[in-house]
């Protein structure tokens, strides 16, 4: 799978940590930054990632800050992303299983190294369970067409 990898300078090793692993595991990661643990705004990793995975160059990205928080505020503004901040195993399973989440958002701050490895292994390896699911991520699809339809009358 081709992967999007981004983080902010708080989630810099973690992401270095992570790129490693995915590469291990066989997938092509599409790297966005950034490139040391100097400052730097998370908003604009987010988007570089989420452009990736929003005109399905990548398949799935995954995204490190302090909390997680941010980076998924800001990966969600793009179209066609669905992205979560998970904090243990059962949210990244269930994340993939019932939300097909595209963006898995994680928290350099909270969460530890063995934690990370087996909830990025999970994640990537859980597939969506369709069924009922399906409507209702489809459904978020269309409120996400009509409030852009709507966003371009406005303009
Ligand atoms: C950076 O200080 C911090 O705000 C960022 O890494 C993240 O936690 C934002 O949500």
């Known amino acids: 799978m081709r992967i999007a990898v981004?983080?902010?300078?708080?989630?810099?090793?973690?992401?270095?940590?992570?790129?490693e692993l995915l590469t291990q595991l066989g997938h092509e990661v599409i790297d966005v930054g950034t490139d040391s643990a100097e400052s730097v705004d998370y908003t604009d990793i987010?988007?570089?990632?989420?452009k990736e995975v929003g005109s399905g160059k990548a398949e799935m990205g995954v995204l490190v800050c302090g909390t997680g928080l941010g980076m998924s505020i800001a990966a969600n503004k793009f179209p066609g992303v669905?992205?979560?901040p998970c904090h243990d195993a059962l949210?990244?399973?269930?994340s993939r299983r019932h939300n097909n989440l595209?963006?898995?958002?994680?928290?350099a701050d909270l969460l530890g190294e063995k934690?990370?490895?087996?909830?990025?292994?999970?994640?990537?390896?859980?597939?969506?369970?369709?069924?009922?699911?399906?409507r209702r991520v489809e459904r978020i699809?269309?409120?996400?067409k009509e409030i852009f339809s709507h966003r371009n009358k406005i303009e």
Request: charged fraction near 25%.
């Open 6 to 19: 981004g983080s902010d300078h708080r989630g810099y090793s973690v992401r270095n940590h992570i790129i």
């Open 46 to 50: 987010a988007a570089k990632a989420a």
């Open 102 to 107: 595209n963006m898995l958002c994680l928290s």
């Open 82 to 84: 669905r992205a979560a």
């Open 115 to 134: 934690l990370i490895d087996r909830m990025v292994e999970l994640w990537i390896n859980t597939p969506f369970d369709g069924d009922r699911h399906t």
């Open 141 to 144: 699809s269309e409120i996400e």
């Open 91 to 94: 949210t990244a399973e269930m």
